[in-house]
């Protein structure tokens, strides 16, 4: 059970003042909602991220599944997961070229 701050009384759920004293009572419940987190970043993304930073050529893979779901879910992460994309296209092409030049010179 709730008390009033101002005399200790007890205060039901359901009373905007204390029938003690008047002092207007600030239901707990709206600052509760006013703490709800922001949308979390989407995970898949990070590891997208991860992968393109040391090079991996799956970035671009984990990066569309990524895009996908946070369409989906409206999750934060769709700059990651874009920039991880884009470099993971980057690595692939790096990789066909590199794997063209070295086929060549056999
Ligand atoms: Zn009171």
Request: charged content about 15%; overall charge positive; some cysteine.
């Amino acid at each position: 059970m709730a008390t009033c701050a101002t005399c200790s009384g007890e205060l039901r759920p359901e009373w905007r003042f204390c029938v003690h004293c008047g002092t207007a009572v600030t239901p707990t419940a709206v600052d509760d909602a006013a703490a709800e987190a922001l949308p979390r970043v989407n995970p898949i993304a990070i590891i997208a991220l991860i992968l393109a930073c040391i090079g991996g050529i799956p970035a671009f893979v984990f990066g569309h599944i990524a895009l996908r779901q946070i369409k989906q879910t409206g999750e934060r992460g769709r700059t990651i997961a874009i920039v991880a994309t884009v470099l993971g296209y980057v690595w692939l092409t790096v990789g066909i070229v590199l794997f063209l030049r070295f086929a060549n010179g056999l």
